[in-house]
């Protein structure tokens, strides 16, 4: 089915038939600039579900680890940097589904041993963006943080199989 939209001559009256012509030709009405994406879920096996992004566009997906790592029958905090930006593109609607390795989410660290990715306990956050501004420090407009605690994380070998 064909829909034809008539077209307005003010900002406001514009946006709306955009919106409108968009929900009667079926299709999910494009995401605002000033509303922020959201992340629904992240698991524990790496999957990503977010909404409102830009139709078939970049998503920039940050992945950050925090806590304390197994250590020589002790703790030490984890100083590891976390993975650089992922990148994903949202389908025609604007949502995300993805899947990060989660053994790869934090370079490995010697400590009584190979630790990759998060140690159990730790907590792994997401969050995105789609490269609309915004007003925060990194001038971006983010998602809401999306925080689980990891489970079944520190593995060795390395990701891949790799020998030492």
């Known amino acids: 089915m064909r829909t034809t939209c008539p077209r307005r001559r003010t900002a406001l009256a514009a ?4 919106v ?3 929900a009667l030709a079926g299709a999910a009405p494009p995401a605002r600039a000033d509303t922020p994406p959201v992340i629904a879920s992240f698991g524990p096996g790496g999957a990503i579900q977010g909404r409102g ?4 566009h970049t998503v920039y997906v940050r992945i ?5 790592l ?3 029958g002790s703790t030490a905090p984890d100083l590891r940097q976390s993975s650089p930006l992922y990148q994903f593109t949202s389908d025609p609607a604007g949502n995300l589904t993805a899947s990060v390795d989660m053994k790869t ?7 009584g ?11 792994v956050s997401v969050s995105a963006h789609d490269g609309r501004p915004g007003s925060d420090i990194t001038g971006l407009l983010w998602s809401n ?16 199989g790799g020998h030492s």
Request: aromatic letters at 8%.
């Open 15 to 18: 946006a709306t038939a955009v």
């Open 20 to 22: 409108a012509c968009a």
């Open 53 to 56: 992004f830009l139709p078939s």
């Open 64 to 68: 950050a680890v925090s806590g304390v």
């Open 70 to 72: 197994p250590c020589n």
């Open 105 to 111: 989410i934090a370079p490995g660290a010697f400590c």
């Open 113 to 123: 041993g190979v630790i990759w990715g998060a140690a159990n306990g730790e907590q």
């Open 145 to 160: 943080t999306f925080t689980i605690t990891a489970t079944g994380g520190g593995t060795t070998p390395p990701p891949g």
